[in-house]
């Protein structure tokens, strides 16, 4: 079973950066597609950014432009640059695997952990 844990969440402010992260205990980290998931107080957990087995990434419309996705597929990490944060920005954020970037919310490999709060506040 996959086993992720996600970091590097905080307090920032408008404008500001912060750098998350997410460790995978599997061996097949490298084929598998990868997400960042997020869910603000009362709503419901939605897509931030996609990143394939190939490096082929996908970002939600909310984020384009301003968050990036990459992977380091030597440690088994996928990491979410997230720049220019907004007030609606603050969330609990997730990660998890799939086989396909398509099938990472339906099929999620993993157990959706924790996460980790991000709070842009000023």
């Known amino acids: 079973q996959v086993q992720l844990v996600e970091s590097g969440g905080g307090l920032v402010q408008p404008g500001g950066s912060l750098r998350l992260s997410c460790a995978a205990s599997t061996r097949l980290f490298s084929i598998y597609a990868m997400g960042w998931y997020r869910q603000a107080p009362g709503k419901q957990r939605e897509l931030v950014a996609l990143?394939?087995?190939?490096?082929?990434?996908n970002y939600a419309d909310a984020v384009k432009g301003r968050f990036t996705i990459s992977r380091d597929n030597a440690v088994k990490t996928v990491y979410l640059q997230m720049n220019s944060l907004k007030f609606e920005d603050t969330a609990v954020y997730y990660c998890?695997?799939?086989?396909?970037?398509?099938?990472?919310?339906?099929?999620?490999?993993?157990?959706w952990g924790q996460g980790t709060q991000v709070t842009v506040s000023s």
């Open positions: 998890n695997a799939g086989d396909l970037v398509s099938t990472i919310g339906t099929r999620p490999l993993a157990a």
């Open positions: 990143i394939s087995r190939d490096e082929t990434t």
